[in-house]
T-cell receptor, first 109, second 114 residues
């Protein structure tokens, strides 16, 4: 089983739609979880950390389910500028962040 | 806003040559990382560095690779004898501490081995 698993997509959605991405991780001892965004040939940029209680930042909501080892990201009211690859990242131990393959999102006008 | 900076942005080298990729992490960060991303593939962990030594490394980080923090600001990745398959985007990252803190990434160095 992969350490961090994501559906690669692509997800093609119209502007204004709500879209959800899921991610599963294999190491039950993992402590920290993040969503990053990556534009084509650019560096990963932190979108948000994922807390046990869930967290929201504007149109973005992240949830963590430790029992199922599952993380989600919900984007409401999609904008054209949201088109990117969304990377699920899990911190393994103290010294390593592990990336999923990423989920490609394309928001269509 | 503080950021991680990497140089050069693009490096072309001949197979068998040595390359050094340079990074300046965020100044109050204590943990440093190198990752690579082959075109069309996922971001892969290479090595982490803390307290002037390697903390963890992946299987990719073999004897051809080394890291160094030669002074208080720079963090370098050296590839001794490059192979075609080393062609990738190399990202440096830093984090303030362990635990729940986020890592911040530089803009990357695109390495092309010909």
């Amino acid at each position: 089983r992969k350490e961090v698993e994501q559906d690669p997509g692509p997800f093609n959605v119209p502007e204004g739609a709500t879209v959800a991405f899921n991610c599963t991780y294999s190491n039950s001892a993992s402590q920290s979880f993040f969503w990053y965004r990556q534009d084509c040939r650019k560096e990963p940029k932190l979108l948000m950390s994922v807390y046990s209680s869930g967290n929201e930042d504007g149109r973005f909501t992240a949830q963590l389910n430790r029992a199922s080892q599952y993380i989600s990201l919900l984007i409401r009211d999609s904008k054209l500028s949201d088109s990117a690859t969304y990377l699920c990242v899990v911190r393994s131990g103290t010294y390593k962040y592990i990336f999923g393959t990423g989920t490609r999102l394309k928001v269509l006008a | 806003e503080p950021e991680v900076t990497q140089t050069p942005s693009h490096q072309v080298t001949q197979m068998g040559q040595e390359v050094i990729l340079r990074c300046v992490p965020i100044s109050n960060h204590l943990y440093f990382y190198w990752y690579r991303q082959i075109l069309g593939q996922k971001v892969e962990f290479l090595v982490s560095f803390y307290n002037n030594e390697i903390s963890e490394k992946s299987e990719i980080f073999d004897d051809q690779f080394s890291v160094e923090r030669p002074d208080g600001s720079n963090f370098t990745l050296k590839i001794r004898s490059t192979k075609l398959e080393d062609s990738a985007m190399y990202f440096c990252a830093s984090s303030r501490q362990g635990g729940n803190t986020e890592a911040f990434f530089g803009q990357g160095t695109r390495l092309t081995v010909v």
